[in-house]
């Protein structure tokens, strides 16, 4: 299980909460550059603040406020040259034909 703050911009909406996730795989694409890609699922999310704006009607908000819906992707992580514990990567998450969602992520490991 990892917990974090994940923030949502898109056009006339942004809004962040905090999420648990749980990983449920680890598969290494590229053990010389540490390149490897995780499934998640969320877990539990909850809104932090105040979002701005409206979420389009395609997003899929009903997940966003109620985890229990969201679907299991997979995000692929490489370490950033220069930055000790961190981490940046993309998902696609692709529920029929077209791309539904891609992002771009950035871990940073805390003490």
Do not use: C
């Not at 694409?29 to 979420?55: A, M, S, Y």
């Not at 406020?65 to 981490?87: C, I, M, Q």
Request: cysteine-free; glycine content about 12%; hydrophobic content about 35%.
């Amino acid at each position: 299980m990892q917990i974090g703050v994940v923030s949502v911009g898109l056009t006339g909406f942004s809004a962040s909460y905090q999420v648990a996730i749980e990983i449920s795989d680890v598969n290494f694409l590229d053990g010389k550059k540490g390149t490897f890609e995780i499934t998640v699922k969320v877990r539990q999310r909850h809104l932090v603040g105040t979002p701005e704006g409206n979420p389009p009607d395609d997003l899929g908000k009903d997940w966003l406020l109620r985890p229990e819906g969201a679907p299991t992707f997979n995000v692929r992580l490489e370490p950033v040259p220069g930055k000790s514990k961190y981490l940046r990567g993309i998902h696609r998450y692709k529920p029929g034909e077209g791309i539904h969602q891609a992002a771009t992520e950035d871990w940073k490991y805390l003490d």
